[in-house]
């Protein structure tokens, strides 16, 4: 069973920075598309972005151009670059992975991000 562990969640202020963290059990080269969700309270949880195996990234059209992902397979990590943080960006974040080999999907726990205004 694969596990993803996110870190690098925490409260800043609007206009501010953070970077968010998942770390794979395995080495991410066993997983496709690896990516960024996020849950609002009263939401539906959303994606954020993806990145896949070569590399190609995707971002959902509210944080173009503010946020950045990056994988490293070497380190078996995806991080989430946030920068201009809004209000609207509070929310938990989870990392997602897809198995190469199969229709599983791997979900972290989780990180509570808040941006105060």
């Known amino acids: 069973q694969v596990q993803l562990v996110e870190s690098g969640g925490g409260t800043v202020q609007a206009g501010g920075s953070l970077r968010l963290s998942c770390v794979a059990s395995?080495?991410?080269?066993?997983?496709?598309?690896m990516g960024w969700y996020r849950q609002a309270p009263g939401k539906q949880r959303e994606w954020v972005a993806v990145?896949?195996?070569?590399?190609?990234?995707n971002y959902a059209d509210s944080v173009k151009g503010r946020f950045t992902i990056s994988r490293d397979n070497t380190k078996s990590t995806v991080d989430l670059q946030m920068n201009s943080l809004k209000a609207e960006d509070t929310a938990v974040y989870y990392c997602?992975?897809?198995?190469?080999?199969?229709?599983?999907?791997?979900w972290g726990q989780g990180t509570q991000v808040t941006v105060s205004s």
């Open positions: 997602k992975g897809a198995s190469r080999f199969s229709s599983a999907e791997y």
């Open positions: 395995v080495s991410t080269v066993l997983l496709n598309t």
């Open positions: 990145v896949s195996r070569d590399g190609t990234t």
